[in-house]
């Protein structure tokens, strides 16, 4: 069973700094994605951030790229996104997901297909304050 937990979410003033962490665990198929996205109130999920287990690369959206960083630790099988320079505009809860089939070369646009994330955790707040 893939499961997925994250951890982090918090209060924090514009300009200040949160890292988020994912624990994912119970699978071992290649080819897979770690992905971050959020959602802000009455706004859609967006993707943020994705990492391809196939070589690392990573992907990030527009508005975050420069000031987030996403990064993952086989061993402990923790996935983290590190956010510098907040801004409102950042706040949401920010969800973890796995999910297959995303080989080396990827797009932007493919790796944020949210449909492709088959297993997701719960979320965790992230407010920032004007």
């Known amino acids: 069973e893939v499961q997925i937990s994250e951890a982090g979410g918090s209060l924090v003033q514009a300009g200040g700094s949160l890292r988020l962490s994912c624990s994912a665990s119970?699978?071992?198929?290649?080819?897979?994605?770690i992905g971050w996205f959020r959602q802000a109130p009455g706004k859609e999920r967006e993707g943020v951030a994705s990492?391809?287990?196939?070589?690392?690369?990573?992907y990030y959206s527009d508005s975050v790229k420069g000031r987030f960083t996403i990064s993952r630790d086989i061993v402990k099988e923790t996935i983290f996104l590190q956010m510098n320079s907040l801004k409102p505009e950042d706040t949401g809860v920010y969800f973890c997901?796995?999910?297959?089939?995303?080989?080396?070369?990827?797009?932007?646009?493919?790796?944020?297909?949210?449909?492709?994330?088959?297993?997701w955790g719960q979320g965790t707040q992230v407010t920032v304050l004007q």
């Open positions: 997901a796995i999910g297959r089939g995303f080989y080396k070369g990827a797009s932007p646009p493919y790796v944020f297909r949210q449909r492709k994330y088959e297993t």
């Open positions: 119970g699978f071992t198929f290649d080819n897979y994605a």
């Open positions: 990492i391809l287990s196939s070589d690392d690369t990573t």
